[in-house]
C-alpha cells in the first residue's frame, strides 16, 4: 500500500516558469489537500478537494490551480513561478472530511530562482 | 482567523525525562485537534487525534490533552528516547474541517 505519493522529491524552476507537481493516492480517499511549509511558519493550505470534480481554494491559493478528474489524483500547478513559490508542498488525504486523520505525502522541495 | 501557536520552539532533553509539549489556539470552537510529528526531510505522520468531545487521548508513551474553554493542548511525552527527537507540530480543525497548524516545536533527546 503505497499511501500519498508525490513526484517530484526536488525540482529547481526559473521565475515565469510552469509546473505541475503530482499527488497520487491508493487508499481512495475522498478528501485531499496541498500545503506549502516555510520556515517559521508552519503548513499552510493552498487548495483541497471533497471529491472528484470538487475543489476549493485555501488560505494562500494565489499563483496555484489544481484540479480532481479522478478519487486518486490531485495536481497542482504553479502558472508561473515566483521566488516566493519557494518551498516545502505536501500534498495530505483523508478518508472523508469529517474523518479527518490526515495522511502526508513525503513532499516536493521546490526552488525557483 | 484561527491561530495556533507552539511554545517553545525548540526544546533539548536527557533521554528519560518526561517532557511537555504546549499548544494554543485562539478560536475554541474547533472541530478536533490533531499532534503530528515530522522528521528532517519527510512528511508528516499523524500522532493523535482528539475530538472537541474529548479531554485527552493516549497512544504509549503519548499523551494529548485538550482544553477547549481555555484554548490549549498538550502533548505529554514519558521516558523520552533519542527516536523522539522530530518536530512536533500541532494542528485544529474547525467547523470547515480545515487545519491550521502551528509552527512546531523541535525536540531533540540527548542520549
Known amino acids: 500500500n503505497a499511501g500519498v505519493t508525490q513526484t517530484p522529491k526536488f525540482q529547481v524552476l526559473k521565475t515565469g516558469q510552469s509546473m505541475t507537481l503530482q499527488c497520487a493516492q491508493d487508499?481512495?480517499?475522498?478528501?485531499m489537500s496541498w500545503y506549502r511549509q516555510d520556515p517559521g511558519m508552519g503548513l499552510r493550505l493552498i487548495h483541497y478537494s471533497v471529491g472528484a470534480g470538487i475543489t476549493d481554494q485555501g488560505e494562500v491559493p494565489n499563483g496555484y490551480n489544481v484540479s480532481r478528474s479522478t478519487t486518486e489524483d490531485f495536481p497542482l500547478r504553479l502558472l508561473s513561478a515566483a521566488p516566493s513559490q519557494t518551498s516545502v508542498y505536501f500534498c495530505a488525504s483523508s478518508p472523508t472530511l469529517a474523518k479527518n486523520i490526515q495522511y502526508f505525502g513525503a513532499g516536493t522541495r521546490l526552488s525557483v530562482l | 482567523k484561527q491561530e495556533v501557536t507552539q511554545i517553545p520552539a525548540a526544546l533539548s532533553v536527557p533521554e528519560g525525562e518526561n517532557l511537555v509539549l504546549n499548544c494554543s489556539f485562539t478560536?475554541?470552537?474547533?472541530?478536533?485537534l490533531q499532534w503530528f510529528r515530522q522528521d528532517p526531510g519527510k512528511g508528516l505522520t499523524s500522532l493523535l487525534l482528539i475530538q472537541s468531545s474529548q479531554r485527552e487521548q493516549t497512544s504509549g508513551r503519548l499523551n494529548a490533552s485538550l482544553d477547549k474553554s481555555s484554548g490549549r493542548s498538550t502533548l505529554y511525552i514519558a521516558a523520552s528516547q533519542p527516536g523522539d527527537s522530530a518536530t512536533y507540530l500541532c494542528?485544529?480543525?474547525?467547523?470547515?474541517?480545515?487545519?491550521?497548524f502551528g509552527s512546531g516545536t523541535q525536540l531533540t533527546v540527548l542520549p
Open positions: 494542528a485544529v480543525s474547525g467547523s470547515a474541517r480545515q487545519l491550521t
Open positions: 487508499m481512495n480517499h475522498e478528501y
Open positions: 478560536d475554541s470552537a474547533i472541530y478536533n
